[in-house]
């Protein structure tokens, strides 16, 4: 079997968030193509945004997500707060991060539970999977409600938020509204706990790459909201040399651009972030991923569930602290007037790094933007991975090698819409 030609096509992916497919084509034994085909339509976000007032990215570029909308509203705040020259006061900067764990929270567990565990234990979905595992299903839900509680507290509402602003929130909540949350979190505490331990015990495939690592930093802290970017072969940069670093190029066979790292195939996400940052999570977190059987770095990206997995923890344990040490701010919000200028941001999205570049003019209107989303940023190393899989596992019949290499996409959680917002057009009349 593994000396015949043959071709492997899924024409819609299961359990991603968006639209793609899959082919990969063997020809004499020998993986000769590996495709994710992201075929969404493009979707425009950047031009949407030109000739808008520099108040209104973060209300038009959460719309790009429904899972990880907090990531845009923040990356879009960051660049604009960077371009106006204003800096948080604490407790709006601790809010913010407090709705950003809500995010990691909610969004983790939604791929954990529900999208990716049905990989590893053999069930089609999460629906066929409850059947037999109730249990870990309800977990799962819980702990996606704690985080959309603290979306909907912070943000107005858990799906697309409204109370985002530059400079920081239209309103702010009370102490007695946080503690409220900060009670269905310790119970949600110990479903990620075991959620960690249980991942862990999964049968993992033996692959490791050794792609470039690109995440944010932060000195005192595991980086969430803000940071400065960071690679594992030594480079560090401020998010406004992203461009300098970063470059795209269109690919055919995808709406989604390609992005290499100073000429380097390259990994942003879950993985990157642990082994870069792992040093700086909370002690509860740090001894979750040793008891998990994490070491300081990771670079098999089926074990990204793990980490994941850790994640969750953290979140969970910096939620709690925020709250515990939250002071209601003066104001909600830093005024802010617009200036003529270049702003960039970024933030950590539960998928990866996500940057936001806006240029605006003098009376605050956007002339150009540009937004970089994690999944178009790894879509290179996710074909590399499964050219690699496909070709270690051509013994496998068509159906087992299929499922093998979509589990190998969902490694990455991939976000197929963020995607799917730019394609250059070239128009040749005669």
């Not at 507290?153 to 009370?174: A, D, E, K, M, Q």
């Not at 790292?261 to 870069?276: H, I, K, N, Q």
Request: overall charge negative; aromatic content about 8%; proline content about 7%.
């Amino acid at each position: 079997m593994s000396h015949r030609s043959r071709q492997l096509r899924v024409s819609s992916l299961a359990r991603v968030e968006g639209e793609g497919a899959l082919r990969v084509i063997v020809e004499a034994g020998r993986v000769t193509r590996a495709e994710l085909n992201i075929y969404e339509p493009p979707r425009f976000f950047e031009a949407f945004l030109r000739g808008r007032a520099y108040t209104e990215p973060p209300d038009i570029t959460a719309r790009i997500c429904g899972i990880c909308p907090v990531a845009y509203q923040t990356s879009a705040c960051n660049a604009l707060e960077q371009l106006c020259g204003i800096e948080l006061d604490a407790p709006l900067a601790a809010l913010r991060r407090l709705l950003y764990c809500g995010e990691w929270i909610s969004s983790h567990t939604l791929h954990i539970h529900l999208l990716h565990i049905p990989d590893f234990l053999g069930y089609p979905d999460a629906i066929t999977l409850a059947k037999d595992h109730r249990e870990l299903v309800e977990h799962g839900l819980a702990l996606k409600k704690a985080g959309n509680s603290l979306l909907e507290l912070l943000g107005g509402r858990p799906i697309h938020p409204i109370n985002v602003r530059v400079g920081g929130f239209y309103s702010v909540p009370t102490r007695t509204e946080l503690a409220r949350i900060a009670e269905q979190l310790r119970r949600a505490q110990e479903y990620a706990i075991e959620t960690a331990y249980f991942v862990a015990g999964f049968e993992f495939p033996d692959l490791e790459f050794e792609y470039d690592l690109l995440a944010a930093t932060t000195p005192d802290r595991y980086a969430i909201e803000n940071g400065t970017v960071r690679t594992s072969s030594g480079s560090s940069f401020p998010a406004a040399d992203f461009g300098i670093h970063v470059i795209e190029q269109q690919v055919p066979h995808s709406t989604a651009l390609h992005a290499q790292l100073d000429g380097r195939r390259y990994l942003t996400g879950p993985l990157a972030r642990y082994s870069l940052n792992s040093g700086q999570l909370s002690p509860l977190a740090r001894e979750v991923a040793a008891a998990a059987g994490l070491g300081p770095v990771c670079r098999n990206p089926f074990r990204s569930i793990v980490i994941r997995a850790v994640e969750v923890v953290y979140a969970i344990d910096e939620a709690l602290r925020l709250i515990g040490d939250y002071e209601p701010p003066a104001r909600p919000f830093v005024p802010c007037a617009p200036r003529a200028g270049v702003g960039h941001g970024v933030s950590e999205a539960p998928r990866g790094l996500l940057y936001h570049r806006y240029e605006v003019d003098d009376s605050g209107t956007v002339r150009a933007a540009t937004i970089i989303p994690p999944t178009s940023q790894n879509q290179s190393a996710i074909e590399d991975d499964l050219r690699r899989v496909a070709e270690n596992n051509l013994d496998l019949d068509d159906a087992a090698l299929t499922r093998l290499c979509e589990q190998t996409i969902r490694n990455y959680d991939p976000c197929i819409s963020c995607s799917a917002h730019f394609l250059e057009l070239d128009v040749v009349r005669r």
